[in-house]
């Protein structure tokens, strides 16, 4: 029996995968959810949601993909991490085959060219294309500078290219040093951590989505509270510190959690990651 049958649930509330449907919609993450969709449909340019470690950025960029992608005029490609990308050209290259295309072109210029073709044809039949790029912190300098090259591939009225980037914190100077791409950024949100009323609203979304039965408690009050400040409200950290306290309780066959198990879980982890 898995830990989460223990209180009759169907699936593991915790999981560590970022799971759309696990997605708690605080004000602040619907509200980077919804300008980001807005963004990218209105066909705006560069949007770049910036957040520290497990604030909920891949959430949103897979939620959002899981909706656009539905869509057959939005053509999509991902970059997941562009530290693969050791110069402009292979990022500039990796583009060209995300998107579906076969690089016919040693040289960063054909490949332009090539790329700039596609959006055309792409523009000709009314389609949106989107590049979501990933792990945007680890975006060089020379990938930022062809990134605002690629913004100038526009009509008097749209761009030709919708790019998301989500990236950790540190990306913002970096952005902020470029001002004649800092000025292209059409959409900017900071995710920042939930305070103590979205920390219980995102357990209790979880236990319901895992089909906890009607009436249950399992956390108590005082361990909602213990959890929202053992995690400062990282919703990650939030995520695991549920998690291990439910392995524990299952483990002891306890019903409930209260603060002391909260605690003795949060005192016996190797890595806070707080």
Known sequence: ???????????????????????????????????????????????VVLGDVGMGKTTI??????????????????????????SDYQLLRAVVREFGLTP???????????LLQFLKDRYDQDHIVLLVVDEGQ????????????WLSFETPQEKLINIAI??????????????NLAQRVTMGHKLNPLNRRDTEGM?????????????ATIFTDSAIDAIYLA??????????TCADALIQA??????????????FVVNEKLFKGV
């Open 203 to 215: 357990i209790r979304h979880r236990l319901r989505v895992a089909n906890l039965p009607e009436g």
């Open 61 to 86: 960029k897979i939620a959002l993909l899981q909706e656009l992608q539905r869509d057959p005029n939005l053509e999509i490609a991902v970059i997941n991490n562009p530290h693969d990308c050791t």
């Open 104 to 114: 016919y072109s040693r040289t960063s210029l054909d490949l332009s060219t090539q």
């Open 138 to 149: 680890n975006l060089t300098g020379a990938h930022l500078e062809m990134i605002r090259s």
């Open 231 to 240: 995690s400062r409200g990282v919703p990650r950290v939030i995520t695991n």
């Open 250 to 263: 299952a483990f002891e066959r306890r019903p409930t959690v209260d603060t002391d198990l909260i605690n």
């Open 166 to 179: 989500f990236a950790q914190n540190e990306l913002e100077p970096h952005i902020g040093r470029k001002r």
């Open 1 to 47: 029996m898995t830990y989460y049958q223990f209180w009759g649930m169907s699936r593991d509330p915790f999981g560590t995968s970022p799971d759309p449907e696990m997605f708690y919609r605080t004000l602040g993450h619907q509200d980077c959810y919804e300008r980001l969709k807005l963004s990218v449909l209105l066909k705006r340019g560069l949007s």
